[in-house]
């Protein structure tokens, strides 16, 4: 179903140091799963996607792992820096939708 | 290359008037729009789906009559917020997909609308 938040949950971390986002997702028919950054005032920006046929995808410095039997995503970012500050979502598409069902969003804060 | 523009990218108005928001694709051509709506510190909502050429699909809860949208051309979509309302106040996004890839949605920078 539709995901609403009426909170982001904040993830605070040391410049440097990883971070580890975590995303529920709600369907069990979703093949299809992506992470966007969303800065202040813009649109989302996709950052790395994955399939349902694959439990793990890296990218420049993220890694995306996807654990089906729980329904579990999460993003994980490599020496964070403070440009990587934002709000991160979780998307899911309903096999055959074509549709994005975004997940609540979690605000990531790096400390200099 | 899939860039997404939307026109203007914020717009303050009165109560009872409408609104235009368009969404553009700039360099292809996109088989199929999105419109959400977000509110502050929440998630996108997808409002409505619009195939070019045809009409929109709304979401469960979302007024099609209040919502129009128009997808007229393979390059352009666009929402009117009719009569409009301050609950109507949100940041508005557009997506945008080509024919190629069904599941890889474009992002436009999005509209904040505000209704006084």
């Known amino acids: 179903g539709e995901s609403v938040g009426l909170h982001l949950p904040t993830l605070s971390v040391q410049e440097g140091d990883n971070s580890i986002i975590n995303c529920a997702y709600s369907n069990s028919a979703s093949d299809y799963f992506i992470w966007y950054k969303q800065e202040s005032g813009k649109g989302p920006q996709f950052i790395i996607d994955?399939?349902?046929?694959?439990d793990k995808r890296q990218g420049q410095r993220v890694t995306v792992l996807l654990n089906k039997t729980v329904k579990h995503l999460s993003l994980q970012i490599a020496a964070t820096q403070p440009g990587d500050s934002a709000v991160y979502f979780c998307?899911?598409?309903?096999?055959?939708?074509?549709?994005?069902?975004f997940g609540q969003g979690t605000t990531l804060q790096v400390k200099p | 290359g899939a860039v997404v523009s939307q026109h203007p990218s914020r717009v303050i108005c009165k109560s009872g008037t409408s609104v235009k928001i368009e969404c553009r694709s700039l360099d292809f051509q996109a088989t199929t729009m999105f419109w959400y709506r977000q509110f502050p510190k929440q998630s996108l909502m997808l409002m409505a789906t619009?195939?070019?050429?045809?009409?929109?699909?709304?979401e469960q809860g979302v007024e099609k009559d209040k919502f129009l949208i128009n997808h007229a051309s393979l390059t352009l979509s666009t929402l009117t917020v009719t009569s409009a309302h301050p609950e109507d106040s949100s940041f508005y996004i557009c997506?945008?997909?080509?024919?190629?890839?069904?599941?890889?949605?474009?992002f436009g920078p999005g509209t904040r609308l505000t209704v006084l």
């Open positions: 619009s195939n070019e050429g045809s009409k929109a699909t709304y």
């Open positions: 997506s945008a997909r080509t024919g190629s890839s069904y599941n890889e949605q474009f």
């Open positions: 998307a899911e598409t309903p096999s055959n939708t074509g549709k994005l069902i």
């Open positions: 994955i399939r349902s046929n694959m």
